[in-house]
């Protein structure tokens, strides 16, 4: 293809991808099909491989990941970025609007009611349409550039649509939805690494990783929650208008705002939410009260770092007490035995709790806790709430009790062995230096079936119609007793009509999403196959280095030890999950069906990976952010001062004498423009 033509089509599949990420990310309202998508996609990312110099930084290729960074850079805050004062309760809510109305005085207003959700305040700064910056909050003034992180966030928009201003910036809260929260610890507890301790915290875990391909694992999301300010152009009069203007430029705004007339429309608001603030995918430990107008904003002014305008108007808290009645242990999906907190029947926010996550044996131990204590627990965005730790007071029962150990609860044999409380086999290891134990037996029923489960879950292969009790009663049933036969469902339509509740046309569905799901990414795939401590960043990591299962399933340690975040505890996985026979079997029987097992297509490469690049002086055809951009993407990185590291000093016009003299003192190679534009090419200098 000739460069004009590749020019050409890659902006036109830049604006495809946009809009069909807009539908799916912002509007929740997809148009084509993933593999349609990931089609799409593989185009793109094929042509920007072939012609890197017309790859930019607002490329949807560009959200998966960015090369890892050695620190943040620090942002200041054209306008400090303020945080909300609290009202606890309905009187400390009528104090606020009574202070308000003293300083309003008969000025007419409204509110805006919006969820204050439990995640991280960002500011992303546009220019021209383009998102240049994206920053934590840090302390209002100054926070944290973390803008390859937000890239990966697939509902905050590269580059904005219709009228905008040439400059501007909004602001929001970037969030792990409960479901992916949820997965995360999971993950995180069969790892035995430390939790995260609510949605919050994992969201800014998330956020501020070093490794922006690390953030892109993870499923976060944003609201964008105000304008912070616009250049260059008059924006609406109102809260509420601005937000339905943020809207129209393609910005992610939650469809649960709502304005409100009066201060007891805002009370009734907040009574509604905390009805069901159990219902909402996102965590929110409150209400946002704002006032709509913004001269009357402007008016009331900052107190402090806090708006007067503004409130947070705080749900109750979400914790309850009650008493540890047992300890069960049940099997997960990689043979972990997960202990699982059996409790007094206890209404916590309106919900009856009965069970509770107790993680692992160490972590229990650490918080000491004891059959028979009295716990705390806590519903903070899990649908299973977790034991939080005794109460002070439960101490003295807890003297009467043992500590807990997991091999206690275990049934025995008669040799006083223990044994799988599923599969009833002597297969209980626990591996040197990890936390779980986990039972051995390849065929264990309990591990079979959510393995199954696992494999068609959305993270994996995607099959929709096979969740949790789909795939009990297909695996009950005997009709797939492995991932591989998923794939033969197809000659067994008889015996799937005679199941509950499956019709003629749920079955022509289910095999239907059984079929697309044979061209999904390797990654997924890899994911999918529920190899022990392999979660979807190390899976994404496999993929990109092995390119195929088969060099995988037959890569030594040294080889697989090699590769940056692999260490011995995965490597050693991967080894046994390949040295089991009936896993190979597994994989014959998806590649007979037809299932993709090899990365198709190019993906883009890193002609600079490792490659350090510091730059002095003017360039001509960018602005050295732009250039600096432009290296990242190409897998180099960008620094301020010439080391023993730096690769080149790229030499613009009027260059900076102390970069010059320490590149001479260190011999740095030094190229200029023309060279740089070369190697940004992909081309040799
Ligand atoms: N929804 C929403 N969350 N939130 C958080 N709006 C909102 N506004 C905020 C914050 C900190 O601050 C502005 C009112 C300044």
């Known amino acids: ?15 495809e991808i946009n809009q069909h990420n807009y539908r799916y990310y912002v509007l929740d309202s997809p148009e ?17 491989a072939e012609f890197p110099q017309f790859l930019t930084p607002d490329s949807p290729t560009q959200r998966v990941g960015a090369a890892p960074l050695e620190a943040f850079g620090v942002v200041e805050h054209p306008l400090p970025l303020l945080s909300l004062g609290n009202a606890f309760s309905k009187e400390e809510l009528a104090a606020w609007y009574r202070r308000t109305l003293k300083l309003t005085g008969s000025q007419k207003f409204d509110f805006a009611g919006e969820h204050k959700i439990d995640g991280l305040a960002v500011a992303l700064t546009y220019v021209d349409g383009k998102l240049t910056t994206g920053a934590t909050r840090g302390d209002g003034l100054r926070g944290e550039d973390i803008t390859q992180n937000l ?11 219709g009228d905008f201003p040439p400059r501007f910036e909004v602001r929001g809260e970037v969030f792990l939805p409960k479901a992916g929260f949820e997965k995360l610890n999971r993950e995180r507890a069969e790892e035995g690494l430390p939790l995260f301790a609510n949605p919050r915290n994992a969201a800014a875990g998330s956020v501020r990783q070093l490794d922006p391909r690390i953030t892109a694992r993870r499923p976060l999301d944003i609201y964008i929650y105000m304008l912070g ?10 809260h509420w208008e601005t937000m339905q203007y943020l809207k129209s430029l393609g910005f992610k705004i939650n469809p649960n705002n709502q304005l409100l007339k009066s201060i007891e429309e805002v009370e009734e608001y907040y009574a509604r939410w905390v009805e069901r603030r159990e219902s909402l995918p996102y965590e929110a430990d409150g209400i946002v009260v704002k ?10 002014g900052d107190i402090g770092r806090e708006p007067r305008w503004a409130v947070a108007y705080k749900f109750p808290a979400v914790q309850g007490t009650t008493v540890l009645e047992r300890i069960d242990i049940n099997v997960g999906r990689t043979g972990t035995l997960n202990p699982v907190a059996i409790l007094k029947p206890v209404a916590v926010g309106g919900v009856t709790i009965k069970h509770a996550a107790l993680h692992n044996e160490d972590d229990i131990r650490r918080k000491d806790i004891r059959v028979g204590d009295t716990v705390v627990i806590q519903r903070a965005g899990e649908v299973i709430p977790q034991v939080i730790g005794p109460t002070p007071d439960s101490r003295e029962r807890a003297r009467r009790e043992k500590e807990f150990s997991l091999l206690d609860k275990l049934p025995k044999n008669d040799k006083g062995r223990p044994l799988c409380p599923e599969c009833g086999k002597e297969s209980i ?11 051995s037996n390849a065929t264990c029923p309990a591990q079979a079936q959510q393995r199954i489960e696992h494999f068609a879950s959305r993270g994996a292969m995607d099959i929709e119609g096979i969740g ?4 009990v009663i297909l695996f009950n049933h005997g009709l797939v007793k492995n991932a591989a036969e998923l794939y033969r469902l197809e000659e067994k339509r008889a015996e799937l009509l005679e199941l509950e509740n499956m019709g003629e046309k749920s079955v022509e569905n289910l095999l239907k999403a059984i079929n697309a799901s044979k061209e999904r990414p390797l990654a997924r795939l890899i994911f999918a196959l529920g190899i022990r401590h392999i979660g979807g960043e190390t899976a994404e990591i496999l993929a990109r280095r092995f390119r195929s299962i088969e060099p995988l399933s037959k890569a030594s340690r040294d080889e697989l030890m090699k590769i940056e975040a692999i260490g011995p505890k995965i490597a050693d996985s991967i080894l046994a999950f390949f040295r089991q026979e009936e896993n190979h079997k597994i994989i014959q029987g998806l590649k007979e069906a037809g299932v993709r097992l090899e990365e198709k297509g190019k993906t883009a490469e890193m002609p600079l990976d490792g490659k350090e690049f510091v730059i002095t002086g003017r360039l001509e055809s960018f602005s050295r952010q732009e250039a600096e951009e432009k290296i990242k993407a190409l897998g180099g990185t960008a620094k301020d001062g010439v080391t023993k590291k730096t690769s080149y000093l790229v030499v613009g016009a009027d ?3 102390t970069k010059l003299a320490k590149a001479n003192e260190l011999g740095t190679p030094q190229i200029g423009e023309k060279e740089l534009l070369r190697l940004l090419e992909g081309k040799a200098i």
Request: proline share 7%; charged share 30%.
């Open 468 to 471: 949790e009790a789909q795939s």
């Open 1 to 15: 293809m000739e460069p004009a033509e590749a020019k050409q089509r890659i902006e036109k599949l830049k604006a």
């Open 291 to 300: 006032i709509n107008q913004i001269a009357l904003q402007e008016r009331l």
């Open 229 to 238: 300010y616009a250049e260059d152009r008059a924006t609406p009069p109102t």
């Open 655 to 657: 260059p900076g004498g």
């Open 32 to 48: 084509i099909s993933d593999a349609e998508y990931d089609e799409l996609m593989r185009e793109l990312q094929g042509l920007e």
């Open 429 to 439: 290891v626990k591996p040197e230096g990890e936390v779980m134990y986990y039972c």
């Open 151 to 161: 890239k990966t966030v697939r509902s905050i928009p590269l580059s904005v649509r």
